[in-house]
Every structure is written in C-alpha cells, then in structure tokens.
C-alpha cells in the first residue's frame, strides 16, 4: 500500500513525467504537422524532430549533475517553465532555424528535463515497480489520446494544435511540484558507498539499452511491413461498416496494452521481478519471429497487441530494477536516456545492415537483441534487490 504521503509524489512525479514525454508519443504527428502546415520538406521536418529528441537524450544525461545536488521542486518549477514557454513560442514560429533551435532548448531544458525528473522521483519512491507501472500506463493514456485528437486539432488549428496540449500539461503540473519529493538523498535518510550502487545500475542501463535497440526499431518497423503486406480489412459492427487499417490497428494496440502496465503494477508486490522480466522478453522474442510468411489482419492485430502488451509490462519492472540499486537517483535520471538511446542506436544498426525492405532480416536482428538482453540479465539477476513488497 502506497502512503498516503508518497501517493502525492506518485502523482506528482506521473504528471511531471507526462508533461516532458508528450512530444515524444507526439512525434510523429509534429512531423506531419511540419509538412502539412509550415510547408517544410521531409529531411527539414526529420531534423527538427532529431534536434528535439537529441535534446531530450542530452538533458537525461545532464541529470547526473543536477539531480543529488539541487532541490527538485525548483527543477521541477523550472523544466516546466521551459515547456510553456517554448511551446507558446513555437505557436508564432514558422521558419526553419528559428524552430530547429527551438524545439532543441525546448527538449533540452524542459521537456527532457521534466521527463528524467518524472522517471527519477517514481525511482525514488518505496515501490518503483508498481509505480513506474502507473506512469507508463498514464503515458499510455495520453500517448492514445494523442493519436485520437492531435491529428485533428493540427488540421483545425494549424502547428499550434500540436503545442497547446503540451502548454496545458506543463500548467497543470506546475501545480504539483510542491508534492514532488524534494531529493532521493532526504528521502531514502542515507545513500549506500558499497561498488554494487556504481556498477549494477550500469549494468541495469545497459540492458534497458539493448532491449530498446530492439523493440523500439520493431515497432516503429510495423506500418511500412503492414502496408508491404496489404494489412486492410472490412468488418461489420452493429450493421456498420468499418475500415481496419495498419494505423487502426496501431491505435487500438496503444490503447489495449494499457493491460500491460496495470497488471505490472497489480503483480509488483506478488511475482518475483525475474520471472515477470524473462516472461515478458521471451514472450516478445517469440512474437516477433512469428511475424512470417502471409498474415491476416486479425492475425496482424492480435501479434501487434501482445507485442505491446508485453513491451509496456516489462518497462516498469526494468525501470524498478534500476531503481532497486540506485539510492541517489544518480542513475535513475538516466533511464530515458537508455530508451531513446537505445531506439537510436537500433535503426542506426539496422539502417547499416539491412537495404531495402527486408522485413525477415528486420525481425531476426530485433528478436536476437532481445534475447541478448534477457541472457545479460540471467546472467545478473541474482545480484539484483527482488521486486518491493
């Protein structure tokens, strides 16, 4: 049972983490927008996206310097500043530079920021793994609410449809950073000196790492493999006709694999942090091989769904097992940048080794960084705390 007092920090922390991850689940949606409504070309739309992501990566590493030194509320106050004012700027601007250095001090300053903070305060509390399963399915929330809205308010309202959501989150946030916990060093009384605090939050990171380097390129992979394999279909609901698509598809499997984080937070307490890790990775691995051969949309659907499912079941348990080792928050802050980096790297890998659309190759490279991720992990498992209880 969360305390009472926590539970404000949980929610605190969640809210502060939504404002800064917003752009991230939004992405796709500012691309568009930068192309449908400012007129610019793919490569400038793609580079402004890069800049604000490489922001992000960069204040997540930054937050080593800041996060056991300075008061977390006041940072707190400030990334979240950050974010109202460089989205309201971003409204009025629609030259190229002008938001390319923008969108960066945006992500580097405040979203970034208000997102490594979120990520290191669930960290800090005493149940990270049922926590963090709240955030991420808070994130899953909004990153479906995103796709369900944002489209449509970019055509009402042009480019500021994409930044007035990211306006209010910051607003409404900036309300709760005075439950936020102040630091992990007041908060957890003391901080360990033993080697294992220094080394087994590295070895955490660099799973998390390899993980991401092959889900995020597999997922981020499935509209142009559904649409190379005609994924579309008509069916008749209460005597309507509906269209499926890869992109219907996709919008229900973010929203449905909201089970994934729910039940990590329900099973936190109650199944050993190890055997829910090697389920979950062995369940995806197995997923993605399955990807073969000709696919029904119903087919398609239900891998894309169990896909994400147990992508958003095993975060929160490997976001706690950092957090387990990691008394300071020192490494904690470091997280988002393990996931975004670990995204880039994979299509860098994959952009490397693979030409043209050889989905089979695609799926192989994907499935064995998985894998190599879930050996790693075997091989550390027992030097880990087991999950809170």
Known sequence: MIKNNERSEVIAAILIGCAGVYMVFGMPFFVGGMLSELNFSQSNANLISSAEISGMSLSSLLGIMWVGKYNWRKVAALALSAIIIGNIISCYVSDFNSL????FLTGL???GTAFALGVAAIGATS??????????????IM????????????????IAGMFAPAILLGIIALFFTSKLAVSAQIKNAKTSTNSKFLVLPIIGLIIMVI???GVGPFFNNLVPYGISMNIEAEINVFKNTIKVDVFTILFLSTALSIIGPLSASALASKINRSVAICCALAVQVIIILSFQGEITWLG???????????????????????????????YSVLIPASQLGGIAIGHGVIASLIQGNNMGLINYYCAAVIFLSAFLYTLVMGKFKPSSF
Do not use: C
């Open 100 to 103: 390319l250095v923008i969108r």
């Open 300 to 330: 398609f659907a239900l891998r894309v769904i169990l896909f994400q499912t147990a992508w958003n079941f095993v975060g929160p348990f490997l976001m706690g097992l950092i957090a387990s080792v990691d008394e300071s928050g020192n």
């Open 211 to 213: 993980w991401q380097m």
């Open 143 to 158: 990153g479906s609410l995103t796709a369900l809205f944002i489209p449509q308010a970019i055509a009402n309202y042009g």
């Open 127 to 140: 149940q990270p793994d049922k926590n963090f399963g709240y955030s991420v399915a808070s994130q899953v």
């Open 109 to 111: 300053l405040g979203h």
